[in-house]
């Protein structure tokens, strides 16, 4: 065991896991997070709680996976290039450590253009793939990156994300290669809602031999609204929503209940496919659903290891 986090416990054990987001307020309350944690704490074996996602200020990450450490839930830390140097992220890697958060995810950061601070200046000392070698170092080595020892252990599970559907698509299992190499123990895609296209690249993966390295987590974005499905294929980058689930939500009497029956049958489906071990569910204000969605899809309960 690298953390003995549960949802490495989870994981490794060869059950299907399932992460859930939770995102933290535009305030200092404890007891939102909180809140949130004791509506679906059931429902998921981790929890990833963003870090300024879209580049809006909102609680910090390490702040909120340390209040839903307090009521018992395993929480995954999101950490981002685009904000801190080398310096402050291995230190917060020790904060982690220190405050009992077992997992990080590692990524880039979305772009500061969209978020309430768009003059801010981006940081990218170093990149996502080399955040993640540098806690696998840290973890592994007991090594900082300049070479100096750390005091003590390190113990986390490494976690980065990967979009499938990004062009250019033949350059994708390979961009999945690099962070496996450095150190990525498991891996969320982006949004999966074009089935056909995330099964081509999942076989890629596989015949690269990567699910045998790495563990990988099918996105799911559960989709409540016509808007929100035109939206997200028009405006979110690497979102691919196919026109026949959008003229299927038009066509709906509920289109809340036909978003949720869409999203059950793409997790029936993540789930026949060979190297996909689980599914992280990006609720997006809609945490309340995932419980629902998880009880339907036959998930619940979750392991208890």
């Avoid at 962070?179 to 123990?185: F, L, M, Q, R, S």
Wanted: glycine letters at 10%.
């Amino acid at each position: 065991m690298k953390s003995g986090s549960n949802l490495e416990k989870v994981l490794e054990a060869g059950h299907f896991a399932v992460t859930a987001e939770i995102g933290p307020p535009k305030s200092g309350s404890a007891r939102i997070i909180e809140a949130h944690g004791e509506e679906i704490g059931h429902a998921a074996d981790a929890f990833n709680v963003t870090d300024h996602q879209t580049g809006v200020v909102r609680l910090c990450s390490l702040a909120s996976c340390a209040i839903l450490r307090r009521i018992g839930l395993d929480t995954v830390m999101q950490m981002l290039c685009r904000d801190a140097n080398r310096i402050r992220l291995q230190g917060d890697v020790l904060g982690a450590v220190a405050l009992d958060v077992k997992n990080i995810l590692c990524l880039s950061g979305d772009h500061v253009k969209f978020g309430n601070h768009p003059e801010a200046k981006g940081v990218f000392d170093i990149d996502s793939v080399q955040l993640i070698q540098t806690v696998k170092i840290m973890r592994d080595e007991h090594k900082f990156i300049c070479g100096e020892e750390i005091a003590g252990e390190v113990p986390l599970f490494i976690g980065a994300v990967e979009n499938p559907y990004a062009d250019p698509f033949e350059y994708r299992t390979a961009r999945l290669a690099k962070k496996v190499a450095a150190g990525a123990d498991f891996i969320q895609t982006q949004a999966v809602y074009d089935v056909p296209k995330f099964a081509t690249w999942m076989g890629e993966v596989c015949d690269a031999g990567l699910d045998k390295k790495t563990h990988i987590l099918a996105g799911i974005i559960p989709v409540k609204s016509v808007g929100m499905a035109r939206y997200m294929k028009k405006f979110v980058s690497g979102v691919e929503i196919p026109d026949g689930m959008i003229s299927r939500l038009e066509d709906a009497k509920d289109v809340k209940e036909e978003g949720i029956n869409v999203i059950l049958e793409i997790i029936e489906q993540a789930k026949e496919i060979p190297g996909v071990h689980g599914i992280h569910v990006q609720a997006v204000g809609w945490e309340e659903i995932v419980p629902e969605i998880m009880e339907r899809a036959g998930l619940l309960p979750r392991p208890i290891l």
